[in-house]
């Protein structure tokens, strides 16, 4: 058994520090609370390493540090959600992504569309990697130089923290992303490793040849095959560095509890900025061992849920976001509020532009049913594309179930959304197409893998419908802007070097002028797109039916068609018939409730003792007596 000190060992070291004669009261009770998780988390994973008391009580430090530190609107602000964790789940929710650049061309820019954003009801901005990076390709800022200075093209850190309290006052919660599986190449800590320094050498996983990086490589995964083969690059002194997604971005070794620390220090750093939501990048990849996949090991589990400890004592305002796009049992893993209390829903995400190809609901329909269920204070986040690729993360076991073989049924859809299948639809480009492994994901905006240069009104309907489900499923929804008023794709990426090599650029283009000034015209695609979607989220957010976490699945009896309920305050039962024809639900099925039914969306009255049909690619939010 590796040597563990005992938790009165600890707290004791802890309370040695200088530093805790200063500690107010409020961060004392935040200790006394949170220190018994940390300690149980960080004790296990560095069983053993000599550092681990040194390291555990300098963490605890920066956190009672970054507390005194916050500003008093912040202060306010942590004693307000620590008594209020449902917050995340309100009706009123709504989230928005950009990138700075593309979107408002600077962080002051970014202000000046507050107005716009008040329009459209957010109440959460996630602005993409906007620290210091690599000049040329930085992975889109998941590269980071320094986690602690804003790109200067963007702007500066104190541009961050004036726009994050302008937000803050108009209702609206900065999310940034806290990308901690590793940094670029140019951060400091890779420089002086470079450089030798035994001390940061130990911040990254080097090897002196490839004998344990071919072990790895036996079970681990190729994220980016266009980039490098396997999850290693070559130094110029011939040895090989972890690098599991480009070969500027290394991966750092969180087996060494100072890096654990060094991290912990950013992320209270930007706490104090004024971030309220820190979507946690990469959650599955930051911890590795021999003869595994090296991701959603259980240290992954046990260092977020030491990072949220921290931050729970430090900055309680701040939540986590997880970013886990991997087997839906792996995605509710993270989703705990003593870990990531909310989530990226990538099962409903894939799922759902699987039953536009398909016309067939039946998979979604098992996601409703079985996969939707969450801790209290948690909240998933519904969206219906990122910024990133889309990947089939279905459980292939649930396919077998309705007699679909999960890697053909992949080909196929990648086939379908890069338009090279008879018949199809939409406009996509292939991601990484691996032709070692056949694995490929697909890319393109919502608009233009929904159809819309091929066919205006169905494209519309399309985009409609996957947002309505966005929009009626439990959890915080988030729009990808642009996407409100149809933007395609975006090809001129392919004429800037850095960004052809990486398709995912076709579908983060620059904010979209033209269209946005259309949004309220009517006869435009832009305006019936923007005003039919501002009809859905005022509904939503007038709805509580739509807040909190219940929802149950509804099995229509009609394959094309999904549904499912939000049971709470009255109830709404939400439709969407994924299929081009009209659809029709037979009246057994509703013979539990009430004859009268009103559609929120529409404003019609249907009898149920009827049935109810649905138009091609229609939904409805019903409310019944
Ligand atoms: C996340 C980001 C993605 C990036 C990767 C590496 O998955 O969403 O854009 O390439 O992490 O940081
Ligand atoms: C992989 C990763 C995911 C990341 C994506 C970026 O799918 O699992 O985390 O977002 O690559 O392309």
Redesign the pocket.
Known sequence: MPDVPSFAEARDRVLAHPGVALWSEAFRRRFETHFPALFTEFSDVYAGHPALLSELAEAVALAARSHAERSPDLQALDAARETDPDWLSSERMLGGVCYVDRYAGTLQGVEGQIPYFEELGLTYLHLMPLFRAPEENS??G??VSSYREVDPRLGTMADLERLSGVLRERGISLTV?F?F??TSNEHEWAQRALAGEKAFEDYYLIFPDRTLPDQYEQTTRE??PDDHPGSFVQLPDGRWIWA???HF?WDLNYANPAVFRAMAGEMLFLANRGVEILRM??VAFIWKRLGTPCESLPEAHRLLRAFNALCRMGAPAMVFKS?A?VHPDEVVSYIDRAECPISYNPLVMALGWEALATRDARLLQLAFDRRQALPPGCAWVNYVR???DIGWTFADEEAAELGIHGGDHRRFLNRFYVGRYPGSFAEGEPFQENPRTGDCRITGTTASLAGLERDEERGIRRILLLHSIALAAAGIPLLYLGDEVGQLNDESFRERPAEAVDS?WIHRPFRPDALYAQRHDPTTVPGRLFERLRHLIALRKRTPAFGGTALHGFWTDNPHVLGFVRPDAGGVLVFANMSDEAQTLAPERFEAMGADALDLVGGGRSNLREGLTLPPLGFVWLVTD
């Open positions: 992975d889109g998941y590269a992303d990308v599986n590793h994220i980016f599991t997604f480009y971005q990048d990469a970013e796009i990122s910024h990133d995912r």
